[in-house]
Nanobody, 125 residues
């Protein structure tokens, strides 16, 4: 069983930065693929970024955040980070951390078994 807890959200002005953290349980954390998803009011949950496990640490990003967001992991701390720079009002959403046991990236929410509770990110103009 895997438990995930997000932190680091909040309110920021357009152009600012936030760093989200996803703290995970499990001795095999380093093997998990970790994804970040977001859901804005009235919209479907969408993929934001992912990083693979097993030491490969390949990354993939939603086109609209490419060059602004960066995902990384610290396996010694069982933590994955999402650095968000140059934030825009359209980035406003609840952000979710999710874990996939298979060490291959996926952009599909239904291919991630474990989910955090979500954390609010609000970007004001």
């Amino acid at each position: 069983q895997v438990q995930l807890v997000e932190s680091g959200g909040g309110l920021v002005q357009a152009g600012g930065s936030l760093r989200l953290s996803c703290a995970a349980s499990g001795r095999t954390f380093s093997t998990y693929t970790i994804g970040w998803f977001r859901q804005a009011p009235g919209k479907e949950r969408e993929f934001v970024a992912a990083i693979t496990g097993w030491g490969d640490s390949s990354t993939y990003y939603l086109d609209s955040v490419e060059g602004r967001f960066a995902i990384s992991r610290d396996n010694a701390k069982n933590t994955v980070y999402l650095q968000m720079n140059s934030l825009k009002p359209e980035d406003t959403a609840v952000y979710y951390c999710a874990a996939r046991i298979v060490a291959v990236l996926s952009t599909k929410p239904n291919e991630y078994r474990y989910w955090g509770q979500g954390i609010q990110v609000t970007v004001s103009s």
